[in-house]
Every structure is written in structure tokens, then in C-alpha cells.
């Protein structure tokens, strides 16, 4: 069975601080996607990595894709309160298309 | 843009009681699937589908089924609800490729009593 290991599960920070979380398998991933969720709706995409060493940038969130392909971060600089939410890694298998997702991790950003 | 429709939104049931939950897309997407939020365990796999008049179960299916008559639409059952089936449940649709982006609902949010 095929797990996505995702810490930390809480993180609570002040504004303007940065912040990184990780997604960590055993398992090899054809490609990861990070998925951002606030309450009360599902979660939205927000970026997939396929390439092992792929670094994607998003405003001032950044994404890197492990070289093994197994692994993934998520790195925000300077959190803003709007980044508040659970946020999700998944991993896709050669397997119709399921995803394998993380605990997620619940980021709160204080003003 | 509609995307991807549940209902309903919220549910009390009685242990035993049975329910339907829908979700309707409107992409024209081939796969759709059913998950399940609990706290501290991200989303765990019910059931999907491939297509049409297909269905597969996921990682957690015991309790509950699922039917797939049209494209759009994919039903999840719960026959004889139980406490342990109070979740979040959140379906979602992606087109036919390997990892493609799901599209998620609104979640369903049930409590059983």
C-alpha cells in the first residue's frame, strides 16, 4: 500500500514568518500534485510536479518535486492570513488515475 | 461554471437509516470518485468510476455503494448507516489521463446518530 507521509499536521505562525511542509513516501509517484482546501469547500488544485528536481513557483509559494520522485515540499515565504487552510499533497500511480493523499496539513496565520 | 455538484450538503441520520448521496458533473469528465474526510486523515478512497456504467471499489468501500448510470452523475449509498460513517464526503471527476487534476465538490457533510 502505497502512503503519503505529510508533517507537520498543525502549524501556527504569525505573519510574515515562512514556513515549509513536507510529503514524503517510500513509494515512487508518477507525479504530485498540492491541493489547498478551506472550510466548508473542497479542495482546489494548486500546482502539479511530474519532473524528479521540478521546482515550481507560485507567487510566494514553491514546490519541489524530490529527485527520486518520491518526496515533495512546500515552501511559503512571508505567510499572509490568506494562506489559512488545510493543505493537501496526492500523489498519482499507474493506477486509473487515484490519487494517494496525505494527512494534510492544517496551516493557521495569525495578523 | 457549475463543475462539480453535491447533494445535499448536510445530512443527520439514524443508525440504520439508509441515504443516496449525488454528485453531478458538468466537464464531460470520464472518472469520478468518492472520498471520505476524517480529522487527521486526509482523504481516503470509497469507490470510483472510469466511465459509464463502471464501477471499482477504493480503500475504504465496506458500508457503502455506488452506481454509475450516467456519465455525469455517480450515486454513493449507504444502505444501513452506522456511527463509524460520520464524515465529510467529497466527490470529485477528472478526465481520463494518469493523475489528472481532480475537480472536487463541496463535500457533504453527514452525522450519524
Known amino acids: 500500500t502505497q502512503l503519503l507521509e505529510q508533517s507537520p499536521q498543525f502549524l501556527s505562525i504569525q505573519e510574515g514568518e515562512n514556513l515549509t511542509v513536507y510529503c514524503n513516501s517510500s513509494?515512487?509517484?508518477?507525479?504530485l500534485q498540492w491541493y489547498r482546501q478551506e472550510p466548508g469547500e473542497g479542495p482546489v488544485l494548486l500546482v502539479t510536479?511530474?519532473?524528479?528536481?521540478e521546482v515550481k513557483k507560485l507567487k510566494r509559494l514553491t514546490f519541489q518535486f524530490g529527485d527520486a520522485r518520491k518526496d515533495s515540499s512546500l515552501h511559503i515565504t512571508a505567510a499572509q492570513p490568506g494562506d489559512t487552510g488545510l493543505y493537501l499533497c496526492?500523489?498519482?500511480?499507474?493506477?486509473?488515475?487515484?490519487?494517494?493523499f496525505g494527512q494534510g496539513t492544517e496551516l493557521s496565520v495569525k495578523p | 461554471n457549475a463543475g462539480v455538484t453535491q447533494t445535499p450538503k448536510f445530512r443527520v441520520l439514524k443508525t440504520g437509516q439508509s441515504m443516496t448521496l449525488l454528485c453531478a458533473q458538468d466537464m464531460n469528465h470520464e472518472y469520478m470518485y468518492w472520498y471520505r474526510q476524517d480529522p487527521g486523515m486526509g482523504l481516503r478512497l470509497i469507490h470510483y468510476?472510469?466511465?459509464?456504467?463502471?464501477?471499482a471499489k477504493g480503500e475504504v468501500p465496506d458500508g457503502y455503494n455506488v452506481s454509475r448510470l450516467k456519465k455525469q452523475n455517480f450515486l454513493l449509498g449507504l444502505e444501513s448507516a452506522a456511527p463509524s460513517q460520520t464524515s465529510v464526503y467529497f466527490c470529485?471527476?477528472?478526465?481520463?489521463?494518469?493523475?489528472?487534476?481532480?475537480?472536487f465538490g463541496a463535500g457533504t457533510r453527514l452525522s450519524v446518530l
Open positions: 470529485a471527476s477528472s478526465y481520463v489521463r494518469l493523475g489528472g487534476i481532480q475537480y
Open positions: 468510476s472510469v466511465g459509464e456504467g463502471t464501477t
Open positions: 513509494s515512487v509517484f508518477s507525479s
Open positions: 510536479v511530474v519532473t524528479g528536481g
Open positions: 496526492a500523489g498519482a500511480n499507474n493506477q486509473g488515475g487515484k490519487l494517494i
